[in-house]
T-cell receptor, first 113, second 113 residues
Framework: TQLLEQSPQFLSIQEGENLTVYCNSS?????LQWYRQEPGEGPVLLVT?????EVKKLKRLTFQFGDARKDSSLHITAAQPGDTGLYLC?????????????FGKGTKLSVKP | SAVISQKPSRDICQRGTSLTIQCQVD?????MFWYRQQPGQSLTLIAT?????????ESGFVIDKFPISRPNLTFSTLTVSNMSPEDSSIYLC??????????FGNGTRLTVT
């Protein structure tokens, strides 16, 4: 069974601080997606990383896919209260098959003003 | 990207009853899935809704408890049957096409008393 270990599970920081969320597995994924979910809403896709070693930036968010496509990280610079939410990583286990989407347990981020 | 409408958004039901959740996509999609999410936690795949054939269930989920319909490429239903308090959760519909990332509805928050 493929698993995605996501850490930390909870993170409470002050506005302006930096943070990194990690997503690790012993398995290889064809791609990895990061979602953010706010209370009462469904997960919203932030980014998909496909190539080993790939780095993608979305404003203050930097996503990296490990060279071996087994792990990924999300780094947020100068966090703001609007970044508060549940961050989920999800790995695509099969090639060309979104049906094999495996989710990490999520990181609940709280950014205090 | 597909827009997914899910209803009801929330419901409170008595044990022993059944609830049917509807998922409508604004465009034709090849794949539709149903997930369960405990509040503040990650997503667990219940089943893949297959158009014109029986749904494919994940381990721990059975058709008698979670019957699913998918009459066409834009619509699916999930029924939670003979409910117990343990079924209290958020149920999410997602959809996608080909290798595109999944998009999610806003979920149905179910409370069973």
């Amino acid at each position: 069974t493929q698993l995605l270990e996501q850490s930390p599970q909870f993170l409470s920081i002050q506005e302006g601080e930096n943070l990194t969320v990690y997503c690790n597995s012993s398995s290889v994924f064809s791609s990895l997606q990061w979602y953010r979910q706010e209370p009462g809403e469904g997960p919203v896709l932030l980014v998909t990383v496909v190539t080993g070693g790939e780095v993608k930036k979305l404003k203050r968010l930097t996503f990296q896919f490990g060279d071996a496509r087994k792990d990924s990280s999300l780094h947020i610079t100068a966090a703001q209260p609007g970044d508060t939410g549940l961050y989920l990583c999800a790995g695509v286990a099969g090639w060309g098959s979104q049906g094999n989407l495996i989710f990490g347990k999520g990181t609940k981020l709280s950014v205090k003003p | 990207s597909a827009v997914i409408s899910q209803k009801p958004s929330r419901d409170i039901c008595q044990r022993g009853t059944s609830l049917t959740i509807q998922c409508q996509v604004d465009s034709q999609v090849t794949m539709m899935f149903w997930y369960r999410q405990q509040p503040g936690q990650s997503l667990t795949l219940i089943a893949t809704a297959n158009q014109g054939s029986e749904a494919t269930y994940e381990s721990g989920f059975v058709i008698d408890k979670f019957p699913i319909s998918r009459p066409n490429l834009t619509f699916s239903t999930l029924t939670v049957s003979n409910m117990s308090p343990e079924d209290s959760s958020i149920y999410l519909c997602s959809a996608g096409t080909g290798n595109s990332p999944l998009h999610f509805g806003n979920g149905t928050r179910l409370t069973v008393t």
